[in-house]
């Protein structure tokens, strides 16, 4: 009897959808896909790629001219190498605006991406959000002075020494 019901309350939880993860429909995946392609996010990894490969080198080659020069003739093949990194962030990021969105919302969204105003969105999102961190960051800090300020004065009212 207790394994009955044991089994029972696995199935139920198994097949409950607040438990299981959604798996997108293939119509969104597609969408989804396109999408990331049109916002240039794979093209936004690969220019990651220069930046990685500069903090790798002094700690491979050591300041060593021939294994520099070596490694610069590697770059070819590294930036092959790369490229099924690049296929797996587009699957990836795909997947999680298919689970997020169905697939008309997708399409209009990439609609959007495709006009002139979301092409600006697109070249400016960078700027933008490096900009909007900066601000947040300098509130953020402004914020943490205040706070610890006030409750420093509130402890010492409260008779303890800080």
Do not use: W
């Amino acid at each position: 009897m207790v394994q009955r019901l044991l089994i029972a309350v696995c199935l139920l939880l198994l097949l409950s959808p607040g438990v299981r993860a959604q798996t997108p429909s293939f119509d969104a995946m597609t969408a989804a896909r396109s999408l990331v392609i049109t916002m240039k996010l794979a093209d936004q990894y690969k220019a990651l790629l220069p930046a990685i490969l500069l903090g790798l080198k002094p700690a491979l080659t050591q300041d060593r001219p021939e294994l520099e020069r070596d490694y610069d003739a590697m770059m070819p093949m590294v930036a092959e190498a790369f490229e099924p990194y690049y296929t797996s962030m587009v699957d990836g990021i795909a997947a999680i605006y298919a689970t997020n969105f169905t697939a008309a919302e997708l399409r209009d969204i990439e609609a959007f991406y495709r006009q002139p105003a979301g092409q600006k969105m697109l070249e400016k999102m960078p700027a933008i959000s490096q900009q909007a961190l900066a601000v947040g960051q300098e509130i953020g800090r402004k914020a943490a002075d205040d706070l610890r300020q006030r409750l420093t004065e509130a402890l010492r009212q409260k008779g303890h020494k800080l």
